[in-house]
């Protein structure tokens, strides 16, 4: 009986992996969006309701005149940046909003990586 | 019994300690929190008391950290659409030793089953040392999924107490065996209660403070 729960169990975590979920709504694949070497998810910033923040805060190239171009531009295409694609952007979006949350600031931790990893043709 | 609680007190008020009511939302809490008490249930697994004077408790503690940690894999893809990229090729090296300890935790289990463990070990004392093996490797590869993803230990020294914890707990159980083996193993009715209230402490901790 164990064994047979188990089996299912793997089965639809296999299933679940390569189809990904059954339920309706934004589901995110691995592809190569801006043009990026490798397949990665889309990826959406949401300028507008990021009016309070300072801009420095994500624009470095304001200040270190390091391009002109979006965001992807540099950090999917160019391979040095693209491995730390994952650890910079998790780091820069996730982190602040963590750190903005226990500091009382309004603005919590993004509550689903469907919330982020979204198309968006402008970042 | 009060290994159970030890470990699964412990390792929950370690990932509290730094931001206690900072959470990633109800479901991804549960998921995590799924997670964090399925290895407290390996912890336990070493505990004096759940072999071999109790083996069946054992085995029924085995099944319901199995059924957990199955719960702790499906919970995310299902909850969460985007999150079933690190089921597959180029999901982050944390991914990969959460899927390894839970594939070792199978293997474990299958070879711990009557026909199996005549047929794959010379005498019961081999079995249990690779019994033994395996259920450690289990718990390395399952601290590093932990503390490498660092969703609740943030800060290194965090991840440096909880690594020690989850390593040396099994290691030190047996040295304390007198003082344990008088509370005996947990039934599954006592496991599924400590489970479940420390879920809904954690969740609503961090969710709802």
Same mark, same amino acid.
């Given at each position: 009986m164990m064994r047979a729960v188990l089996l299912a169990g793997v089965i639809a975590l296999v299933a679940l992996a390569v189809l990904g979920s059954p339920w309706p709504g934004e589901h995110p694949e691995r592809a190569r969006?801006?043009?990026?070497p490798e397949p990665i998810l889309p990826m959406r910033f949401d300028h507008p309701s990021h009016a309070t923040v300072n801009c420095l805060t994500c624009h470095h190239e304001f200040v270190?005149?390091?391009?002109?171009?979006?965001?992807?531009?540099?950090?999917?295409?160019r391979p040095e940046l693209a491995a730390q694609l994952e650890a910079q952007f998790h780091g820069l979006c996730r982190d602040c909003h963590v750190d903005r949350n226990a500091s009382g600031d309004a603005g919590g931790p993004p509550?689903?990586?469907v919330a982020c990893h979204v198309i968006d043709g402008k970042i | 019994m009060r290994f159970l609680v030890g470990a699964t007190v412990a390792l929950l008020t370690l990932t509290l300690v730094v931001h206690p009511l900072l959470g990633g939302g109800v479901l991804w809490d549960l998921g995590n929190a799924i997670g964090l008490l399925a290895l407290a249930g390996v912890l336990t697994l070493f505990?004096?008391?759940?072999?071999?004077?109790t083996p069946r408790r054992h085995q029924q503690l085995a099944n319901a950290v199995l059924l957990m940690l199955l719960a702790h894999a499906l919970w995310f893809p299902l909850t969460d659409?985007?999150?079933?990229? /690190? $089921?597959?090729?180029?999901?982050?090296t944390y991914m990969w030793l959460g899927v390894a300890g839970f594939v070792v935790l199978l293997v474990a289990w299958q070879l711990s089953l009557p026909g199996s463990r005549q047929r794959w070990h010379a005498s019961p004392a081999s079995f249990r040392r690779w019994h033994r093996r395996l259920g450690m490797l289990a718990i390395i590869l399952a601290a590093g999924h932990i503390t490498l993803s660092?969703? /609740? $230990?943030?800060?290194p020294w965090q991840a440096a107490v909880f690594m020690v914890l989850v390593i040396a707990a099994p290691l030190l159980a047996r040295s304390i065996t007198p003082r344990l083996t008088d509370s005996g193993a947990p039934t599954v009715t006592q496991t599924v209660s400590v489970w479940l209230l420390a879920c809904v402490a954690f969740v609503a901790l961090r969710n709802l403070a």
């Open positions: 969006y801006y043009d990026s270190d005149d390091s391009g002109n171009d979006t965001c992807m531009s540099c950090h999917v295409r509550r689903a990586c | 505990a004096p008391g759940q072999f071999p004077r659409a985007a999150s079933h990229v /690190y $089921l597959l090729p180029g999901a982050p660092g969703f /609740y $230990l943030g800060s």
